[in-house]
């Protein structure tokens, strides 16, 4: 199994001397909704302690060397399932679970809102507030919430604001999906 840290950050150009200076092997790449990537191979898995010192660790260098907005994501125990079941057959599968429903055509991910097409569920940048989303709220009808704060960063990379943040908002229990908290508490 493969364990490592990856810096995520907006589409930029990476001052690769510094990268090399610091890490003995890693990887550069873009992904498909135009971020740059920096992952760093770890010669073993993390606890929580551990992985949560080396996020921070990596944040400081990243924050000397001029870089402001990012994310580190660490593989950690949390990532490695223990009670993985493996079925031979669709049949025991179907016994335990059931019968999963699945979106077979495109058309089911999006509904009207004041006469548009809209994806349901998916963030983007916002008009009025920092993101929006459309949701349909019990009563089935498309909403649009709007959250977060156009003048703020997310600094999620930051483990002691994370924690702060997800406190402060009791992220813990989010509330409902139709609510600006529950999808605040999704970013942080």
């Not at 550069?28 to 010192?53: G, K, S």
């Not at 599968?93 to 998916?122: C, H, I, M, P, T």
């Not at 993101?131 to 709220?137: A, D, G, M, S, W």
């Amino acid at each position: 199994m493969e364990y490592f840290a990856r810096v995520v950050m907006e589409k930029t150009t990476i001052n690769e001397s510094l990268v090399e200076s610091a890490f003995d092997s890693y990887d550069i790449f873009e992904t498909e909704q135009d971020a740059t990537v920096i992952q760093i191979p770890l010669t073993r898995l993390l606890d929580e302690a551990e992985a949560d010192e080396y996020a921070q660790r990596l944040a400081n260098m990243m924050f000397e060397a001029g870089y402001e907005d990012f994310d580190i994501e660490i593989s950690a125990d949390g990532d490695i399932a223990e009670d993985e079941i493996t079925y031979e057959d669709d049949d025991e599968f179907f016994e335990d679970y059931g019968v999963l429903w699945f979106n077979e055509d495109d058309d089911l991910d999006e509904a009207e809102y004041q006469g548009r097409k809209v994806s349901l569920g998916k963030p983007m940048q916002g008009d009025v507030k920092k993101f929006k989303v459309y949701v349909k709220n019990p009563k089935g009808n498309v909403v649009k919430v709007n959250f977060g704060d156009k003048k703020s960063k997310i600094k999620k990379s930051n483990p002691a604001r994370r924690r702060s943040f997800r406190a402060r908002h009791n992220c813990d229990n989010p509330g409902p999906r139709h609510k600006a908290r529950y999808w605040s508490c999704r970013k942080w």
